[in-house]
């Protein structure tokens, strides 16, 4: 199974961002990549609703053969399939909101990948610090971000602003001191590197093909046996009771099926034969829709991830 590589785009990354330099600067915004507390990643990024787009941010990266391979080989994914990303979280959203910190945060995430390299079975190797693979991990979270700022929220951003956030997702990228070589110029041609990847690049593999299972099951796994549950510390206990027991974990299941495959995009569902009807289709829509609704009735000391609060 061939890993397609990305086109090289090196020069026009660099012209890219000596033009959004200089339109930054004529309209004011030269600081516009900068990581604080007035980005827009930093609004976004550690909302709790990623909760409802990390799940197919994990399984679109679990679709990519060498990370599926890698998962395999580096990890106990087929025991635990979810601990992987909610360890992971603190150190991605580290990356974000660690402040001064944030680029060590980023190169000791890029260094715990350093050993995790193999072979996928017809003999292509695979390293996780390939740039056109961790870009690609990197990807799904910059539309994780970007999915819950558009469906998950009633703000509307500009055109602008939606630029400013792939700017903002590109810098965070960049504290990972992953060659940036393959980042695409701006939010038009990343929106046609990801349909790229995911017409040409995602193959079902072992690792996926069990994930879907998973979330196809009638009940959830039970996730208060992870220690890194991203659940906020009073809603901790509740967690801990509700989540083992069987009713619960069936009741859940057909809302997080909904919620991971209805964030797919439709060609990818298509590609590794995961049935979607109409009556899915508008479920999931009704529970975008009710969700952003809803939220501003949540309390504000509960809406983010611990990462962004203590940011
Ligand atoms: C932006 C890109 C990526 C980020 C931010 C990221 C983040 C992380 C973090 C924070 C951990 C540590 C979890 C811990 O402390 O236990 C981790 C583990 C891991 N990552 Fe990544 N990763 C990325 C890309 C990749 C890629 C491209 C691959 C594979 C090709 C990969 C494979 C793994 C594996 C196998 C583990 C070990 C999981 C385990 O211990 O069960 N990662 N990743």
Redesign the pocket.
Known sequence: MMVAGPQQPETQTSCHQRRRAHELTEIGRVDAVTLNADSLLWRWAGDLRIAFEGGTAGLL?TM?P??GY??I?????FEDPV??VF??L???LG?VYDGPDAATTGTQ?RD??RD?KGHMPDGTR?????PE??????AT?QRMVDRVARYWDSYRLTDAQWEQLYDEGCEW?RR?GVSDSVVPADRRAFDAEFDRYCRDVLEPNPASDYLIDVINRVAIPDMSTSPHLPAHPRLRPLADRLLPTWPVRAALAVPMRLVIFGGLPAGVRDRFGIAWSAADETAYRSVRSAIRVAWHLVPASLKWHDAARRG
């Open positions: 990266q990519h060498a990370i890698a998962l080989e580096h990890s106990n994914f601990d992987r360890r992971s603190p150190g991605i990356t995430v715990y990948h995790i695979y390293h996780a610090l390939n693979t961790y870009w690609w991990a990197h979270f990228y990972y």
